[in-house]
């Protein structure tokens, strides 16, 4: 089974930069698609970023804030998170995807996510 490991969140004030880390298996990273979600306190777990063959796709609430990418050779995908506001504050995760009936699909078991907090 693939395990996928999440890392690279703290604690920032408002303007500020993070990039998160998205860790996996050699194999795994050269033949999935990526994606990035977040889940706030009380809200629904969001898909924010996906990263595959053809290109990116990103939520309208990052879109020219955030940016994911991918160093296969590393067997990482990252997300760089820019101008951060207080409403970024979530638990950060990421998945391998299947495009299902026109929805993007996580496939494997949850990891733990990195926390960002960004504070006003």
């Known amino acids: 089974q693939v395990q996928l490991v999440e890392s690279g969140g703290g604690l920032v004030q408002a303007g500020a930069s993070l990039r998160l880390s998205c860790v996996g298996s050699?194999?795994?990273?050269?033949?999935?698609?990526i994606a990035w979600y977040r889940q706030a306190p009380g809200k629904q777990r969001e898909r924010i970023a996906i990263?595959?063959?053809?290109?990116?796709l990103y939520a309208d609430s990052v879109k020219g804030r955030f940016t994911i990418s991918r160093d296969n050779a590393r067997n990482t995908v990252y997300l760089q998170m820019n101008s951060l506001k207080p409403e970024d504050t979530a638990v950060y995760y990421c998945?391998?995807?299947?495009?299902?009936?026109?929805?993007?699909?996580?496939?494997?078991?949850w990891g733990q996510g990195t926390q960002v907090t960004v504070s006003s």
């Open positions: 998945n391998a995807v299947k495009l299902i009936a026109g929805t993007w699909t996580p496939v494997l078991t």
């Open positions: 050699g194999t795994f990273f050269s033949a999935s698609h």
């Open positions: 990263i595959f063959t053809g290109g990116t």
